[in-house]
């Protein structure tokens, strides 16, 4: 059996906006991703994988260096979900995933274990 836990955060006044950047990084790249799709089902009609979107996520951050300072789990977790959106949309023949408006954005956003559990470093924070 499968478990999912969903947390609601409270950041500091100077966490937000450091939170912010993460959240509006993985909406750029849904929708980049959900451009890129448009394109090669009009051009070939195929669907791109998620494995096809995430492979071209190295040269989006060549070309856009601020989303370097994302984890790229959250960015590949957001090609993720344009990859399940677009699947349902196939399969159940409804509305095909729409792209996400910076004003839309919920604060929702995927974040990786190992990117939120952070140790100090030896010597700090442990009292010594």
Same mark, same amino acid.
């Given at each position: 059996?499968?478990?999912? @836990?969903?947390?609601?955060?409270?950041? +500091?006044?100077?966490?937000? *906006?450091? !939170?912010?950047?993460?959240?509006?990084? &993985?909406? =750029?790249? @849904?929708?980049?991703?959900?451009?890129?799709?448009?394109?090669? @089902? %009009?051009?070939?009609? /195929?669907?791109? =994988? &998620?494995?096809? #979107? $995430?492979?071209?996520?190295?040269? #989006?951050?060549? %070309?856009?260096?601020? #989303?370097?300072?994302? $984890?790229? /789990? +959250?960015?590949? &977790?957001?090609?993720? $979900?344009?990859?399940?959106?677009?699947?349902?949309?196939?399969?159940?023949?409804?509305?095909? *995933?729409?792209?996400? =408006?910076?004003?839309?954005? =919920?604060?929702?956003?995927? @974040?990786? *274990?190992?990117? !939120?559990?952070?140790?100090?470093?030896?010597?700090?924070?442990?009292?010594?």
């Amino acid at each position: 059996m499968l478990q999912a @836990y969903k947390y609601r955060m409270y950041p +500091s006044r100077g966490q937000v *906006p450091l !939170l912010m950047h993460h959240v509006h990084a &993985c909406r =750029s790249v @849904y929708n980049h991703s959900l451009e890129q799709e448009i394109r090669a @089902y %009009e051009q070939d009609g /195929q669907k791109l =994988s &998620c494995f096809d #979107l $995430n492979t071209r996520l190295p040269a #989006l951050k060549e %070309e856009h260096l601020w #989303l370097k300072e994302v $984890n790229s /789990q +959250s960015l590949q &977790c957001a090609n993720r $979900n344009l990859d399940d959106a677009s699947t349902r949309s196939f399969r159940e023949k409804k509305g095909f *995933p729409r792209f996400k =408006s910076k004003g839309a954005v =919920s604060g929702a956003a995927t @974040y990786a *274990p190992s990117s !939120l559990w952070t140790r100090a470093p030896v010597g700090e924070g442990d009292g010594s």
